[in-house]
């Protein structure tokens, strides 16, 4: 499913976060990389598009305006919910799909996902128990599980170390492509985003900056400008360009 975003605008109250119109498209089947500094609007483009905020613009899914009930949606703000397991926290992301009382299916997705995800052996435990990054994991595999046609992952990563990090970039990738899904991930890290994602839009104070192609947008002068930081450019033995950050060019107040 298609997903198009134009002339959004968002506030919080009387703060408007996305004032300038974002308008960009995520294609079915691909991922598109938000990124940009600290206060630049991306979680808040995220929650518009899953329907948490209040939004002007226009959202449209496969050419609808109608919101399909099959988003996967997660939080940066992972708030674990009292005494429930892995397994039942997973679980509730077949909302859309459960009955009267959960199905053979329903488990076997759920056991399927954390098995994909390597968090199995989590299963049974109480998710309050859990790292921070185990906790994500968890998160993550709700969303999944959901067999969602959008996915929308704000800082997906943030808490895991840089294996987990990869391996949950390429299911997040792999995932995409299988199902055509439509996929928006917040990421922090650059080379992260030009590595996994097929477009990636840089914000900057509420506006969108640039979007396309990461090679395009992940410049050396649109991070100077977006961020305040001197980078060089580099290529990696398989071909892939990397953003090495050399000294901070703005001053803090």
Not at 85 to 114: F, H, S, W
Not at 120 to 146: N, Y
Not at 208 to 225: I, S
Request: charged share 15%; aromatic share 2%.
């Amino acid at each position: 499913m298609s997903l198009s975003v134009q002339q959004l605008c968002a506030s919080y109250g009387p703060r408007t976060v996305l004032q300038h119109g974002i308008s960009l498209q995520a294609q079915a089947g691909q991922v598109l990389g938000i990124v940009g500094p600290n206060g630049s609007g991306k979680s808040t483009l995220v929650k518009a598009v899953a329907g948490q905020i209040p939004s002007t613009g226009t959202i449209l899914f496969k050419g609808s305006a109608q919101r399909p009930t099959s988003i996967g949606y997660m939080p940066q703000d992972l708030l674990a919910p009292a005494a429930l397991t892995v397994l039942e926290v997973v679980l509730l992301g077949r909302m859309q799909q459960l009955r009267l009382k959960v199905q053979p299916d329903d488990l076997q997705a759920v056991r399927q996902i954390l098995q994909r995800l390597g968090i199995e052996a989590l299963a049974g435990r109480d998710v309050r128990e859990l790292s921070g990054g185990q906790r994500q994991m968890v998160f993550l595999a709700q969303a999944l599980v959901a067999q969602p046609t959008v996915l929308l992952l704000d800082e997906p990563i943030s808490a895991l170390d840089i294996c987990h990090q990869l391996e949950v970039l390429e299911v997040v990738l792999d995932m995409t492509r299988q199902q055509g899904l439509s996929t928006l991930v917040v990421l922090h890290d650059l080379n992260a985003a030009a590595r996994f994602c097929d477009q990636v839009a840089l914000l900057q104070d509420g506006r969108l900056l640039a979007c396309g192609a990461p090679a395009q947008v992940l410049t050396e002068a649109h991070v100077a400008q977006a961020f305040g930081v001197a980078t060089e450019a580099l290529r990696c033995s398989d071909g892939s360009g990397v953003l090495v950050p050399l000294r901070a060019i703005r001053k803090l107040i």
